[in-house]
Each structure stands twice: as structure tokens, then as C-alpha cells.
């Protein structure tokens, strides 16, 4: 695991976008994975200019690692919000953009495996440790991409008591994302402080998801000065 701790949002932002950049930069197809939510949205105004109508970056194709789809819709919140935040303006056409449904959530790890595999994926950190759609208490840690009814998550998780009209998570587990060549995690905030210190310093559980991550390969974690403000860098350099 390598650790960086920015002076702030704009340049935790940066960095990601160069380890993006980079990637996208192979003479090859390049599958990328990013997310939506407050934590990115510097980095995709960062990004957006970089890459949009760029004849260099045809071959990049886009995943997206989680949805709850709407009733009578194909996809849901996470697809509505990676339009407007980053797709939509950076004019990137729908058939590059690829993403897990009902139909296809059981073949989509093979799907990317066969495409080559994810080259970078960057994603945040939720204010109780959960990632992708991967929820406390709701995680199968051993999994895949699964599909969960927002009735068990309901059960196990309060926060999902107002999703009627998403009867489904679907999301690329823990297992998906240890195949992923580059993880990203960027937080940025004092609000993710209290969690990011409780998520390196905790034992693996699903109480908090995010730990499995520690497991992973090749995590980087970009975090501003505010979201490390419990963290003393020279304690994670042998993690």
C-alpha cells in the first residue's frame, strides 16, 4: 500500500488525474474504473479538458463498478450522476461506457477479465467504511460482482430505509476489485478523517468493508491534509 497525503483537495485531485493520465496514455486498449459521489468532482473538472474529443484517448473504455437500477429503468443513480459529472462533458460516447445490470451482473467480471482486465480504477471512501457498493455488514467479503436486495440492506444498514424505488444493489466485490492492476482510493475532507484512521488501523471485518483493501497489490491512497489529519505517514510506510 502506498500512502500520499496532499496539502489539499485540488492537489490529491491532480495526483490522481496524472496516475489516470498515465494509463491512458498505453498504446493499447485501457480499461478505466471511476466513481461517482463530492470526493472526485475536482479531479473530473481536472480531467475533463484533458481528454475530451481526444483522438489519443479513443481506446480508453470506461467501467463503472456498482448501480442500484431504478424500476422500469436500466440503470440508476450511479450511471445518472457519472453522466453529468464526467461523461456527458467530456463527450464520451455511450458506447464506451460500461456498467452492471440485472442481465449481466454474473458474467461482468469475466467480461472485463476477457477485455483485458481493469488498468487503473479509482474510487472513494464512504463515512462508514464502505466502498463501491460494498455496505457494513452487507458484504460478502469472498465475493465477486453480486446483486443484493435493498430489503437485506434494509435490514442490516438503516441508511438504505428510503430506497424503494431501487430494489437492487448491484456491485463488483471485494474480489473483483483485487484484480483491478492500479486501486486508487482518493479522500479528501475532515469529515473522512475519523474513518480513513479506523480503516488502516482496523483489523479486515465487514463491519468496515474498505479494510479488505489493505489485501490488495498495488492501493495507492491520495488523501488531503484535512481527511489525514489522525494520520502519521511514517506509520504505514512498511504496510
Known sequence: MKLIIEENEELMSESAMHILLGAMMQDKRVNISLTSGRSPKKLYEMLIP??????????????????????????????????????????????????????????????????????????????????CGNCPRCTPLDSYTYCLEFKKKQEVNPTYADRPLQPFSITMGPKSLMRVKHLVMIVNGEEKAKILKKVLDSPISDEIPATVLKLHPNLTIIADKDAAKFINIDDYKNI
Open 50 to 131: 484533458k481528454v475530451k474529443n481526444q483522438k489519443k484517448y479513443e481506446d480508453v473504455q470506461y467501467y463503472l463498478f456498482d448501480d442500484s437500477p431504478y424500476i422500469n429503468q436500466p440503470h440508476g443513480g450511479n450511471w445518472n450522476e457519472m453522466q453529468e459529472l464526467f461523461f456527458k462533458p467530456a463527450n464520451i460516447g455511450e458506447d464506451r461506457i460500461h456498467i452492471t445490470t440485472l442481465d449481466n451482473y454474473k458474467v461482468y467480471d469475466e467480461e472485463i477479465k476477457n477485455a483485458g482486465g481493469i488498468d487503473v480504477m479509482v474510487i472513494g471512501l464512504g463515512y462508514d467504511g464502505h466502498f
